[in-house]
């Protein structure tokens, strides 16, 4: 039997059921990005993402707060020295000033059912065609999600992205024929 595509666990795992016991072929030329059309099969290789779930037990349940930008920098912040306390509750929503801009926020809970995670990659893989491993660092059920001068709406991705679980459902649903 021929290696297929350089990995004799992905044949062991998917060729057998994908393609049964016969001999594979495919030219070099049939080979585009992670897809190979292997005998007439268009074959979509992909790289996994595998989550430590035994990591879960041991996560923290951190506050989490969804801003208006993008901050080159991966680690802990001080949030809970410098911007929780700064954080000045108005009848309909949170306000803070951050960097000088005026951040409008409000609570936002996931649905029922849900949990957010926030992961962390420990180890780099060494190419780009080797999975990736990450383990859970802290969990969430609600987060701020905060704006530039506006309140956040319903018209905000972010919110929108939401309720779509129970969008989804009412769609999926049984419908009584009446």
């Known amino acids: 039997m021929r290696e297929c595509c350089g990995s004799q666990e992905w044949w062991e795992a998917f060729g057998r059921e994908a393609v049964g016991d016969r001999e594979l072929t495919w030219r070099d030329e049939d080979v ?59 009848p309909t929503e949170k306000v803070v000033s951050f960097r000088g801009r005026c951040l409008r926020g409000q609570e936002v809970a996931l649905p ?22 990450v383990r859970v660092k802290s969990t969430f059920r609600a987060f701020m999600s905060w704006n530039l001068e506006t309140p956040p709406s319903s018209d905000d991705s972010v919110l929108m992205s939401i309720m779509w679980p129970k969008i989804a459902e009412a769609i999926h649903a049984p419908v009584d024929e009446e």
Not at 48 to 63: M, T
Not at 121 to 130: A, F, G, I, L, R
């Open 32 to 90: 585009v990005g992670r897809s190979r059309l292997i005998d007439g099969l268009l074959v979509q290789f992909a790289r996994s993402v595998l989550i430590d779930l035994s990591s879960l037990q041991e996560a923290s349940q951190d506050p989490m707060h969804l801003l208006p930008c993008e901050i080159e920098y991966d680690g802990s912040a001080g949030v809970e020295n410098y911007f929780t306390p700064a954080i000045r509750q108005r």
């Open 112 to 133: 029922d059912g849900y949990v957010g995670m926030v992961l962390k990659e420990d180890h780099k893989p060494c190419s780009e065609e080797d999975d990736r491993c």
